[in-house]
């Protein structure tokens, strides 16, 4: 009985190779490879150096930075969906009145601000541990 076939060195490779086919073949593959580098190198060349200087901010107690404590970490203390939620009905019913723009109730779904909006949801959501982790 072969139950951790999957764990073999011979099928490692295969899904190795299978992956670097997709990867070189797809373009969903390539596309998503792609924007997942992007939003890598965007969190660690960009928003780890954010991080530092608004808990810096934080740390030396500048104005509204209680204020700025819990807007930055209340990502991380409301559950994730619900999060995901207030943030898509933000983006799609809240910035169009706030700044009298009807056309950004598409920013989600129009191909060329989606993931621009994606960059904006992720930085908003890392920031509550990046100021855990830097100031304490």
Known sequence: ??????????????????????????????????????????????????????????????????????????PNIISGIVFCLVFKYLVEYGFPIILNNPELQSMITNPDTGFTTLLIYSSWLGFGSGLVLFTL
């Open 1 to 74: 009985e072969k139950r951790f076939e999957f764990l073999e060195l011979q099928n490692l490779f295969f899904w190795f190779k299978d992956f670097f086919a997709d990867l070189t073949g797809d373009y969903v593959m390539r596309s998503t490879m792609k924007n997942s580098l992007f939003l890598y190198f965007f969190n660690t060349c960009i928003m780890f150096p954010i991080h530092i200087l608004v808990a810096y901010a934080v740390w030396k107690k500048i104005c509204f930075s209680n204020f700025f404590t819990i807007m930055l970490y209340l």
